[in-house]
């Protein structure tokens, strides 16, 4: 139908003119309220962009130069966990103070670190110093 017969048709019903597909030929409109498309379109959006970041949220692990056997074994413990559910880990080493000295012990904790994960996770980025912390980064590897 003609656009002014369709403009008359959605005034006198109380209505809008919305346009739903433009790139049709013809083009596609529907005579509806034009706030509860923008919201339903809103919403939708949303929604895509929940989908989207719920696929690999970043866990992130915290270190220390000299973390016991016992604390490394169970934040590994809570590492693998994070990776089997499908988020990225974040593993960091905090050197405060004079544990700046104790760098070679940071990089030997990470590369442990991702040693043992190395079944479930892929390294997305190497160990690397950024101010006083040394991180690194794991990402879940496809094959499980």
């Known amino acids: 139908m003609p656009i002014a017969e369709a403009l ?12 739903i597909s433009g790139s049709a030929d013809p083009p596609v409109t ?3 309220d ?4 923008r919201y339903e379109q809103q919403k939708k959006a949303k929604e895509q962009r929940k989908k989207q970041a719920g696929q690999g ?19 590994l413990k809570h590492a693998r966990e994070f990776i089997e559910k499908g988020n990225k880990v974040k593993a960091w080493v905090q050197f ?37 912390r040394m991180t690194t980064m794991l990402t879940p590897s496809k094959a499980k």
């Open 96 to 132: 405060r103070g004079r544990d700046i000295i104790y760098k070679d012990q940071g990089l030997d904790m990470l590369e442990r670190f991702t040693e043992d994960l190395s079944d479930i996770a892929k390294v997305d980025q190497a160990p690397i110093m950024e101010g006083r």
């Open 8 to 19: 008359d048709l959605a005034r006198s019903m109380g209505m809008d003119l919305v346009e």
């Open 57 to 75: 949220e970043l866990k992130e692990v915290r270190f220390r130069p000299r973390t016991d056997d016992h604390d490394y074994e169970f934040k």
């Open 34 to 37: 034009y706030g509860k498309f």
């Open 30 to 32: 529907k005579i509806m």
